[in-house]
């Protein structure tokens, strides 16, 4: 990303696994830095991290000066971004928010660049904008062309989640228990997840609504009206942990409002921004989440095939980098729209 001017960037969390992935991408997108302030709590404050050739201190972020930054990119967690984002953003920094904390508040815009990059406009209600939850992210990304093309009603989706979804715990937790269960040690320690996440499945993510649903599941319901601009859109999500460590999976059925055929959905998808249709009937024909989407920017999209069971309905199997664009690369995308168009 080449740019004449440059901006002073703060990081929010630049020592945590998405943290790190933002640092990264930075570099990798060139992104016109002019200052970098890596932002942790005390106890990494002093720590280096590497960013675009040069190496930059941590910062302890209860102590920062936000006036210093033009941009904020916040991924520590939901109390963080509850206390210190309108501080920053009352300091002048526009903060891009990863966490849940601020995506259902009507003046702060929610959003996916490949799908509702007008919605970054908003910002200047109060100078935050939100990313979306990282299962909402892709299972978007995949459908906004077909929502464009002959809309949807209905979405029925069941998620494959990664644990680093949870953070750098989860993934020691998930590879210490695999290393004692292939050692022959059955005594494992449960701490992150309610039960074993090593060769399981946990049907569980995030509190348990009234409804019956998670919260989990109830923010790709929430997200989904909110970014599509339809509240008449139907969601009826099933959010599932699994022992991979990184790279979300997600099993879609759609119900659209006017027919479209597995044919005309790939041809639609091969054009997409942001996505990469990978769907060969063939064994090994199609993405995987740690073969296919860890480290790369796309969303893949597999498996499409019109339903058998219903007139109207599709079926797609969709894989992305959750810490990538389900959270460090969505955040820059917005960066980059923010700069390039509004600042």
Known sequence: MKMS???????????GAVGETILSILDERDFPI????????KNSAGKRVFCQGKSWTVQDLDTFDFSQAQVGLFSAGGSI????????????????DNTAHFRRDKDVPLVVPEVNPHAIAGYTQRNIIANPNC??????????PIYDAVGIERINVATYQAVSGSGKEAISELIDQATKLLSGNTEVDVKVYPKQIAFNVVPHIDVFQENGYTKE????????????????????PTAVRVPVIYGH??????????KITAVE????????????????????GYATPFVEATNHNDTFVSRIREDISHEKG???????DNIRKGAALNSIQIAEILIQEYL
């Open 5 to 15: 001017k440059k901006y002073d960037v703060c990081v929010v969390g630049a020592t």
């Open 34 to 41: 002019n200052n970098l302030y890596p932002l942790a709590s």
């Open 81 to 96: 971004s509850e206390k210190y984002a309108p501080i920053a953003a009352e300091a002048g920094c526009i903060v891009i």
């Open 135 to 144: 299962s909402t992210i892709q299972m978007l990304v995949a459908l906004k």
């Open 217 to 236: 599941e109830m923010k790709m319901v929430w997200e989904t009206q909110k970014i599509f601009e339809d509240d008449d859109i139907l969601v009826n």
């Open 249 to 258: 999976s997600e099993a879609i059925n759609i119900e659209t409002k006017k």
């Open 265 to 284: 959905a790939t041809k639609i998808l091969s054009k997409a921004s942001g996505v990469t249709v990978m769907d060969k009937r063939e064994d090994g």
């Open 314 to 320: 599709l079926n797609l199997w969709v894989v992305s």
